[in-house]
């Protein structure tokens, strides 16, 4: 299941037209971080009768907590970033992904910020011509009209492997190597983000899978506990 993740959008109406995107492409289910004074009546006046999706709606306070389950985070930028995918290949990957995945989009006025782009497993884009940035629900429905599209397509057989690990784990991860990196001095405590989150990045990129973080988590451990 794809989740389209909104992170605190600023408007209930374009949440509606996202809902009501959702409902025209079957895309996926719709999670919204921390919306700012939101309308359940201006939503729905957009949502054109996509009620089912708003009902369904899940409304969390942070987005690690809307990735928890998660085994593949993409997050959408209007930014041109060396590396980024467009919808289609998006799509692809979404489909093919072993569990629960999700597909982050930013607020209206300013995107994701840097902090959490780096945090992705992969960084998707939307080609434009003149003008860079697309209304939030657009920019949903271009990424859901590809994912009806590719469901479209003969499906392949399903990946083999181990399970991947989730957001949930990856982030105990990070803040138990924060903890211990920390105490070791290899870490600038005024600003230890960005170096640890560029360090982690290796570890996404190679789509590790449970047993392989449980390891990780487990020498962490052993290391700390004779860290003095």
Not at 59 to 74: G, K, N, S
Not at 83 to 110: H, K, M
Not at 143 to 149: A, C, P, T
Not at 192 to 202: H, T
Request: hydrophobic share 45%; charged share 25%; proline share 6%.
């Amino acid at each position: 299941m794809i989740r389209f993740v909104l992170h605190r959008p600023r408007s209930s109406q374009n949440i509606g037209a996202a809902a009501r995107a959702l409902a025209n492409t079957g895309a996926g289910s719709l999670w919204v971080v921390e919306p700012l004074g939101f309308d359940r009546a201006q939503a729905a006046r957009l949502a054109a009768g996509a009620d089912a999706i708003l009902d369904s709606m899940r409304v969390v306070r942070t987005l690690p907590e809307a990735l928890e389950e998660c085994v593949d985070v993409v997050m959408t930028t209007g930014r041109t970033i060396k590396g980024s995918i467009e919808p289609r290949e998006t799509a692809e990957r979404l489909l093919a992904a072993t569990g629960e995945c999700a597909l982050v989009f930013g607020d209206e006025v300013n995107g994701l910020p840097a902090v959490d782009l780096r945090r992705a497993n992969a960084l998707a884009t939307i080609p434009t011509a003149e003008k860079s940035s697309l209304n939030l629900a657009q920019a949903v429905m271009v990424f859901g009209y590809e994912i009806l599209l590719a469901k479209r397509e003969p499906p392949r057989p399903p990946p083999r492997g181990a399970e991947l690990a989730n957001e949930r784990l990856l982030g105990l991860l990070r803040d138990r190597a924060q903890a211990l990196l920390l105490r070791a001095g290899f870490l600038n405590p005024q600003q230890p983000d960005r170096a640890l989150d560029e360090m982690l990045q290796v570890l996404r990129r190679a789509r590790p899978t449970r047993r392989e973080v449980e390891m990780l988590l487990g020498a962490l451990d052993q290391v700390a506990r004779n860290v003095r």
